[in-house]
């Protein structure tokens, strides 16, 4: 099989657990990084760096493919703003699945996603564009995660569950059965969600509440 040639955006610690997903496929051939605050030709895992934001439009006459690989926390922001930009450039942009994540047949993954190690996505799921759904991650049955969401490392959304779109779910995070969160929310490590969340702003706790 002939792999496709993909451009890498951000080069951090993120962009390298992408490469290790990416790899895993092995439906791809990683050309090169794009990265403002890297050297050019200096590398990440083995890969060059091989321009900036502004050197996208050249480097599509020869590339179809790419995705955003900086994180997520705080604000969606960056990540959305690359992910449009990629978009407007004409290039591709996938979902990527790792060959040790489970994806039942009955989900659907939007492009610009991508589901890391041991993460399972079950029956009736539908998660938006330019996610990440972080290793070991639990998405139950009928959830819906809107666009450019951050599901983090061992997260549960148990089934029914409804994520806005621009949302950050933390490590070891639990959401309740039937809960609803409005677009915007951050929701801490180790947190419990059990009740519908309608203002954005940064939960945590066990029960979850508002910190700002």
């Known amino acids: 099989m002939v792999k496709r040639k993909i451009i890498l955006i951000g080069g951090g610690g993120h962009c390298r657990s992408c490469i290790d997903v990416i790899e895993s496929t ?9 990265d403002e605050n ?12 091989i321009g900036s934001d502004r ?9 179809d493919f790419a995705i955003v690989t900086i994180g997520q926390e705080k604000s969606a922001e960056n990540r959305k703003r690359l992910y449009n ?10 979902a990527i699945g ?13 492009i610009g996603t991508i589901v890391f190690h041991h993460a399972m996505i079950n029956a009736n799921v539908k998660i938006g564009v330019n996610c990440i759904i972080g290793t070991n991650s ?7 995660v809107g666009a ?3 599901i983090a490392p061992s997260a549960t959304l148990n089934g029914s569950v409804t994520i806005g779109e621009e949302c950050f779910i933390g490590s070891n995070s639990v959401v309740n ?26 939960y945590v706790g066990n029960p979850a509440e508002r910190v700002s």
């Open 55 to 63: 050197d996208l439009a050249t480097l599509k006459k020869g590339i």
């Open 138 to 144: 639990l998405i139950e049955h009928d959830v819906n």
């Open 148 to 150: 450019h969401s951050h």
């Open 177 to 202: 059965h039937n809960i609803k969160i409005t677009d915007g929310v951050i929701i801490g490590s180790g947190a419990v969600v059990i009740k519908d969340i309608t203002e954005p702003g940064v």
């Open 38 to 49: 890297l050297p050019l030709n200096s590398e990440v895992m083995g890969y060059k760096v």
């Open 85 to 94: 930009n990629l978009k407007a450039l004409g290039y591709k942009v996938p």
């Open 26 to 34: 092995n439906e791809y051939r990683i050309s090169g990084i794009i």
């Open 98 to 110: 790792a060959d040790r994540s489970y994806v039942s047949k009955h989900a659907s993954v939007g």
